[in-house]
């Protein structure tokens, strides 16, 4: 990969390194006596769910300790063990693989297009997931930036959570959980890779920790690397013709050598270079383009970008006061991320460049038989392909550091406060865009030959100018440079513990607060803002700087009404829980657009969000389980302040007019948004046979519905103007479009009704509502000398409607497939059904674990599909094993597997086809990594 100009990115790592390794030195070499390697420390656990704890404790979405089991609502913990029993090599894909409710359009790093490396959660499709690291807020919420040899495990509460944790938590939390403390060391190696050897994977990570006195130290650290993909490697997204697949062909008329010019034979005609040609100079230099001419903007770009990540994890503790009456703690958690994406080279039409006309020397004369477009020498094309596709380079250090007192006071209660500083830094780096300037004047030089390929060198034969186009577009190239940092800071209080006694048990109490104060800005460069000059290819980007303040205070109440104890009939046990949150955001942003203009703007916003729960046993074995609760989500700091940009994008027309082939999108934010609001209901049963040991079935309705959604984004303004086009609307008349339409006046059609631009900023718009069923079985066997597990986990979805624009009906959008990377409201995709089994043994030294893992088809996008008929993606099931042996004396353990074993493809989607995507199926649901191998060694010390 390329090296890093972040400013002393490299010196900070390896600084933070030092000091964590340093630390644990220190702590390991006061050690009375060594810590010899335990079992637990290496022995495989080949089960697909993490154990059932018995003793009360505070789990997330709740500020109450309760038994995890005995949850209020389904809290589903991934345990380290889960995550490299699935053969993971980072934690989104493990999370991505071992839950099913995770789908919908989230960040993810398997994008090229449109991706920045980051990996985020959504939970059931509905958005609203809010990701916490320790309990807490952090710019950590990108899930593979964490070490994974660090997490002790993953907290997924599903369920609305904004009564304790405020904004965000509308659907439900993602909470990865760090090791709190460790003894003795551990290193670890991770190698995969595809059948095809082109997506080499490393992972190499150690984890020490011992103990002097009253204190405990725990350092960690890993490396991971991922090759990228070419997208001309998988058949299904080799070629943006899809026509065979079923889709549409998204190849691209412009090209090197291509011209408009006129010959006595067959008039005016685009022409390309005939074959064996590098140049043209006459007539017989060229042929007339057809389709099979038009350049595969796959050729040269990643399926699967290349990345790489370094993170450092380091944490202290220290028994202030013996018993748990007074520790403090420390943690460090710091990360970099490089990761690169890219679309294909620039489309270069001359004639749209006025500013810059360009008359080129090597322009073929009309005595060649050729008549170039008037004015001479300035109708051209070219594709700069031989200096690579456009790329953008991500670059990111990330900082989090908590430290904090915790203790416990007479009367069983607990407390602990926690300060909290968290910072990212990115630079956004785009490449191989040009200078207009530099690119007209080496045209009009003939330094440049726009009638030869890009790749072509030489001298003209009718006038002896020489040429050389791959250094000519060297000198014209330019990059630019957005410079991104966001950071928190501040800090949280919490207490809790029973206040009194009823006589089915103790009524506990929890309250809380948390203050915050975060800022971010967005810094371009001269070349992104154009005050060097006209440069193309650049996305477009303002200078911003905005910040925000927040408050919350929170109360919770868990009240026993019956117990066992009081001998109830069918009321085993039965409780009620109640928590209420008041939270407060004051918003501020400084906004200067592309004019150099500055604009200061504001705003305050305060949401009061209660929940309840009721917890009901009739009998041992069984337990229902319901909530009610309500939540929040205020703008992000882009949606309001976001300066003014403009950008080229893919995309449909759902009034069927023919579309160019990327569409301008001038956008900007919108200081007088509204926050989202959310309502959300499960109701669940768990149960558990005491006559079969090791049995566990659970099972929970859920409804969620999200309102008052902020929609942005070109895409969905052109859907809701389709939707309220009214009855006079005639399919292929231009003059019938509704000028009344819903954002018609953001919306420039030619003539012709095909879309040129859409100019639109974030509206509070529409509503989204879901319902649906997540299950799991667990089933530990009773046989003899061996460990025999199955786990069954699954989510069925029963709806999914999206209320596009207010007083319109609601479009069903379940079971479809959805690119919502160009559509800001949509779900993204939204299977049916969704599911993973797994089967592990255990027995001595050996085990082996079997999985399947299903998606259920979808019904393709029929604007992308041949002649717009119906299709669908088919269902995609995939089958991974893994065995494992474990040499107990040394402390090594060894692990190999591979998943997707019969090199399933992933499913073609027309919809995810167009001028600027590099895969041709769902990013978000499927990938076309194919069979894959890998292996892991651990070694306990």
């Known amino acids: 990969m390329k090296t890093s100009p972040v400013v002393g990115s490299a010196h900070r790592f390896v600084l933070a390194a030092s000091a964590a390794l340093a630390v644990g030195a220190v702590v390991l070499s006061a050690q009375t006596a060594p810590v010899q390697p335990t079992e637990e420390r290496v022995v495989l656990q080949h089960v697909d769910v993490a154990p059932v704890l018995s003793e009360p404790m505070v789990i997330t979405g709740s500020?109450?300790?309760?038994?995890?089991?005995?949850?209020?609502?389904?809290?589903?913990?991934i345990s380290q063990v889960n995550l490299e029993d699935a053969g993971s090599g980072t934690l989104a894909e493990g999370l991505r693989t071992l839950v099913p409710g995770f789908f919908g359009e989230a960040g993810t790093e398997l994008r090229a297009n449109g991706g920045t490396g980051v990996a985020k959660a959504n939970l059931r499709g509905l958005g609203g997931t809010l990701t916490l690291l320790d309990g807490q807020r952090s710019v950590f919420d990108e899930l593979n930036l964490i070490p994974t040899i660090a997490v002790q495990g993953v907290e997924i509460a599903k369920d609305?959570?904004?009564?304790?944790?405020?904004?965000?938590?509308?659907?439900?939390?993602?909470?990865?959980?760090?090791?709190?403390?460790?003894?003795?060391?551990?290193?670890?190696?991770?190698?995969?890779?595809?059948?095809?050897?082109?997506?080499?994977?490393?992972?190499?990570?150690?984890?020490?920790?011992?103990?002097?006195?009253?204190?405990?130290?725990?350092?960690?650290?890993?490396?991971?690397?991922?090759?990228?993909?070419?997208?001309?490697?998988?058949?299904?997204?080799?070629?943006?013709?899809?026509?065979?697949?079923?889709?549409?062909?998204?190849?691209?008329?412009?090209?090197?050598?291509?011209?408009?010019?006129?010959?006595?034979?067959?008039?005016?005609?685009?022409?390309?270079?005939?074959?064996?040609?590098?140049?043209?100079?006459?007539?017989?230099?060229?042929?007339?383009?057809?389709?099979?001419?038009?350049?595969?903007?796959?050729?040269?770009?990643?399926?699967?970008?290349?990345?790489?990540?370094?993170?450092?994890?380091?944490?202290?503790?220290?028994?202030?006061?013996?018993?748990?009456?007074?520790?403090?703690?420390?943690?460090?958690?710091?990360?970099?991320?490089?990761?690169e994406s890219a679309v294909s080279p620039l489309a270069i039409n001359a004639i749209n460049v006025t500013q810059y006309p360009a008359v080129s020397p090597h322009l073929p004369p009309v005595s060649s038989g050729l008549t170039v477009y008037y004015p001479p020498g300035y109708y051209y094309y070219l594709r700069p392909a031989s200096i690579g596709p456009r790329g953008r380079i991500y670059e990111r250090d990330v900082y989090d550091f908590q430290a904090g007192l915790k203790g416990k006071i007479p009367g069983g209660w607990s407390w602990e406060a926690t300060y909290l500083y968290s910072w990212w830094y990115r630079d956004d780096t785009q490449t191989n865009s040009f200078d207009y300037a530099k690119l007209a004047a080496a045209i009009n030089s003939g330094a440049y030959n726009p009638y030869a390929l890009d790749s072509a060198r030489g001298v003209n034969p009718t006038n002896s100018r020489a040429f050389d186009n791959p250094a000519a577009l060297r000198d014209a190239a330019v990059q630019g440079r957005i410079d991104h940092d966001f950071g928190m800071r501040g800090g949280s209080v919490r207490a809790g513990g029973p206040v009194f006694e009823l006589p089915a048990g103790k009524v506990q109490l929890a309250v809380g607060g948390d203050y915050t104060l975060s800022e971010q800005s967005v810094v371009p460069d001269r070349n992104i803002t154009g005050q060097n000059g006209l440069m193309i290819g650049f996305n477009p980007a303002g200078f911003t700087a905005s910040g925000y303040e927040a408050r919350g205070v929170f109360a919770e109440v868990m009240v026993p009404l019956i117990?066992?104890?009081?001998?109830?009939?069918?009321?085993?046990?039965?409780?009620?829980?109640?928590?209420?949150?008041?939270?407060?955001?004051?918003?501020?942003?400084?906004?200067?657009?592309?004019?150099?203009?500055?604009?200061?703007?504001?705003?305050?916003?305060?949401?009061?969000?209660?929940?309840?729960?009721?917890?009901?046993?009739?009998?041992?074995?069984?337990?229902?389980?319901?909530?009610?609760?309500?939540?929040?989500?205020?703008?992000?700091?882009?949606?309001?302040?976001?300066?003014?940009?403009?950008?080229?994008?893919?995309l449909s027309d759902p009034l069927g007019f023919t579309t160019a082939s990327a569409v301008i999108v001038n956008s900007r934010g919108n200081p007088d948004l509204e926050p989202e609001e959310s309502k959300t209901w499960n109701v669940g049963a768990v149960y558990t046979p005491k006559a079969a040991k090791g049995l566990r079935f659970e099972v929970d309705y859920y409804r969620g519905v999200v309102s008052n959604l902020i929609a942005d984004g070109a895409q969905y303004a052109l859907n809701a103007n389709a939707l309220t086009q009214g009855p006079g609307f005639r399919r292929g008349v231009a003059g019938s479009i509704n000028p009344n339409a819903a954002f018609a006046s953001a919306i420039t059609r030619n003539s012709a009704g095909a879309v040129t631009a859409v100019s639109f900023y974030p509206v509070n718009a529409s509503s989204r509502e879901a319902s649906g069923i997540d299950g799991q079985i667990v089933a530990e066997w009773p046989v003899t000398a061996a460990k025999v597990m199955s786990v069954l986990a699954w989510n069925t979805t029963l709806n999914w409607d999206l209320t596009t624009v207010g007083g319109q009906p609601s479009q069903n959008w379940l079971g479809r497939y959805v690119d919502a990377s160009t559509n800001s409201i949509s779900p993204g995709s939204i299977p049916r059904h969704r599911g993973r089994f797994s089967q592990g043994v255990e027995k001595g030294a050996w085990s082996v674990i079997g999985a399947v893992n299903r998606v259920s088809h979808l019904e393709d996008d029929a604007t992308r599909t041949l002649g717009n008929r119906p299709r669908y993606v088919s269902q995609w099931t995939t089958f991974d094993a893994q065995l494992g042996y474990r040499w107990k004396a040394a402390g090594i353990e060894v692990r190999a597997g591979v998943n997707n074993i019969a090199d399933e493809a992933a499913p073609f989607a027309a919809g995810a086809v167009n001028a600027v995507s590099n895969a041709s199926y769902d990013v978000t649901l499927h990938n076309d990594i194919g069979r894959f191998v890998y292996v892991q060694v651990t070694k306990a010390f």
């Open 63 to 77: 500020a109450v300790p309760v038994i995890p089991a005995e949850a209020f609502q389904p809290v589903t913990t």
């Open 160 to 339: 609305g959570a904004s009564a304790r944790y405020g904004a965000d938590a509308l659907t439900g939390v993602f909470n990865t959980v760090l090791v709190p403390s460790y003894r003795g060391a551990k290193v670890r190696a991770y190698y995969g890779n595809t059948t095809g050897d082109d997506m080499g994977t490393v992972r190499v990570g150690f984890i020490a920790g011992a103990a002097a006195g009253k204190t405990d130290v725990v350092v960690a650290g890993e490396y991971y690397h991922r090759n990228a993909v070419m997208s001309r490697d998988r058949v299904g997204s080799a070629d943006a013709d899809a026509r065979s697949q079923g889709g549409q062909n998204w190849r691209e008329f412009v090209t090197s050598g291509l011209t408009y010019a006129y010959h006595a034979s067959d008039g005016w005609q685009y022409r390309v270079l005939a074959p064996g040609r590098t140049a043209g100079y006459g007539l017989s230099d060229f042929m007339v383009q057809t389709t099979a001419q038009y350049y595969n903007p796959r050729a040269d770009t990643a399926l699967i970008p290349e990345q790489e990540n370094k993170s450092v994890y380091a944490r202290i503790n220290h028994q202030i006061l013996p018993g748990g009456r007074l520790e403090a703690f420390a943690r460090m958690l710091f990360a970099q991320n490089e990761y």
């Open 563 to 650: 117990s066992s104890a009081q001998g109830i009939t069918a009321v085993r046990d039965l409780r009620l829980s109640a928590s209420v949150r008041r939270s407060e955001k004051d918003v501020k942003g400084a906004v200067r657009d592309l004019a150099g203009v500055y604009q200061q703007r504001s705003r305050e916003f305060s949401e009061t969000t209660p929940k309840v729960g009721v917890l009901y046993r009739p009998v041992r074995d069984v337990m229902f389980r319901a909530t009610y609760a309500e939540g929040f989500r205020t703008p992000s700091l882009g949606h309001l302040f976001a300066a003014a940009g403009s950008s080229q994008l893919a």
